[in-house]
């Protein structure tokens, strides 16, 4: 049994070692929820991972109809979640509630989950009206991004690197979401892009170069040890290596240099025989086309790797084409793993922590691509994650 959640972060008397959870409600989290609500909430989960907005969930009893009518848990309303132990409390994240929904089941307790995601969320549902909000003369990537995000209905502080690419006129397709430009800005320059709120209510755009991500001064790199008694954080582990021949769902992103537009294609990988570079003559007639260059990112399943093409491509039929070839002749160094931690507060989607005790070749460094906090009334706090060992692809 685990320790009563403290949503009111004061301390109830348990001991260093109780998992406990804190939500704060309001713009500034200055709203305390009191301890009797705090012992309806079965199960909070917070998710973040590259790529996505982070997203958080709250299932709370409701015995007597009336918790799920307080204005706390109205729509448009944000909470700041924090995890720890005993007092020792970290602030995790902070979400705007998009829904609540509800469950009257026929045995058991009438209860409702609350279900909210960072502000990033609303840049999907939104494009700008006027042709010429849409244009963005001699603007380098970065320079989009910060016009972009920096539009005032958003309330975003922004943190964005420069892109090295040159300043030209772009402009935002009709229909395109301010998120699908960010996103693809993104995309283009390999920069990354998130939006996190701080406990005090602040919301911040990052669109930050891979240098900057994964400086040293700024990663925690933790180690997390498996089968080793009370040091054993790590509590499993699955690893998939992605083996030679066997199919993956791939889908490559690159710029076509004659309309400047971002391609998004899906690749349905064949087998190893498809592999053109397995044949002499043609290998050497795509290795001579190899000339002035192309960025390619190439997605698999949850993880997504920036490839540099000697290559430049007239067709997305050749980028197609290019990144398949590329999957099949490294895929045989792809580790990816999913595991369960103790929970541990400070990890965040994006990071590059150390595993240990699993064996030489999984043993080392593994870039996190997705992170969720979880607290249950049943199995306590426990951090999940998906990751990719990062010396798998060179």
């Known amino acids: 049994m685990v320790g009563l959640p403290n949503l009111s972060g004061a301390d109830t008397g348990a001991n260093i070692l109780t998992p406990v959870f804190q939500v704060r409600v309001g713009a500034a989290g200055t709203d305390k929820l009191s301890d009797d609500i705090a012992k309806l909430v079965t199960r909070l989960e917070y998710d973040s991972a590259d790529g996505m907005a982070d997203a958080a969930k709250l299932d709370i009893l409701n015995p007597d109809f009336a918790i799920a009518d307080l204005r706390i848990?109205?729509?448009?309303n944000e909470i700041?979640?924090?995890?720890?132990?005993g007092t020792d409390i970290q602030h995790v994240g902070r979400v705007m509630i998009r829904r609540v929904r509800y469950n009257f089941p026929q045995d058991g307790s009438p209860a409702?989950?609350?279900?909210?995601?960072?502000?990033?969320?609303?840049?999907?549902?939104?494009?700008?009206?006027?042709?010429?909000d849409r244009i963005f003369a001699n603007e380098k990537l970065s320079g989009v991004v910060r016009k972009v995000a920096g539009r005032g209905k958003y309330g975003f502080s922004l943190d964005v690197d420069d892109t090295p690419d040159t300043a030209g006129e772009r402009a935002q397709i009709g229909g395109i979401s301010d998120y699908q430009v960010v996103k693809g800005c993104a995309n283009l320059s390999g920069f990354f892009f998130w939006v996190d709120g701080d406990a005090d209510g602040t919301w911040r755009l990052h669109f930050k170069?891979?240098?900057?991500?994964f400086d040293s001064a700024q990663q925690p790199d933790l180690i997390f040890n498996y089968n080793q008694g009370d040091d054993g954080i790590l509590l499993s582990f699955q690893p998939e290596v992605l083996i030679q021949?066997?199919?993956?769902?791939?889908?490559?992103i690159f710029k076509d240099p004659q309309t400047s537009k971002i391609i998004e294609e899906d690749i349905d990988e064949g087998t190893e025989a498809?592999?053109?570079?397995?044949?002499?003559?043609?290998?050497?007639?795509?290795?001579?086309e190899h000339k002035a260059g192309t960025s390619i990112k190439i997605v698999a399943k949850d993880f997504s790797f920036e490839i540099e093409s000697k290559k430049r491509f007239k067709t997305a039929a050749e980028a197609k084409q290019w990144a398949a070839q590329w999957f099949r002749r490294h895929r045989e160094g792809f580790i990816t793993g999913k595991g369960v931690l103790m929970g541990t507060a400070s990890l965040r989607a994006r990071q590059i922590h150390t595993l240990k005790g699993l064996s030489k070749t999984l043993d080392g460094k593994w870039y996190f691509s997705r992170v969720r906090h979880i607290f249950s009334n049943t199995d306590g706090y426990r951090t999940e994650f998906d990751a990719r060992k990062q010396d798998s692809v060179e």
């Open 73 to 76: 848990f109205q729509p448009g």
């Open 209 to 213: 170069s891979p240098a900057k991500v």
């Open 112 to 132: 409702f989950t609350v279900e909210g995601y960072t502000r990033d969320s609303l840049m999907m549902d939104d494009s700008p009206e006027k042709g010429a």
């Open 245 to 252: 021949g066997a199919k993956t769902k791939l889908k490559v």
């Open 274 to 288: 498809d592999d053109v570079l397995a044949v002499p003559s043609q290998t050497e007639k795509v290795e001579e």
């Open 80 to 85: 700041a979640i924090a995890f720890g132990y």
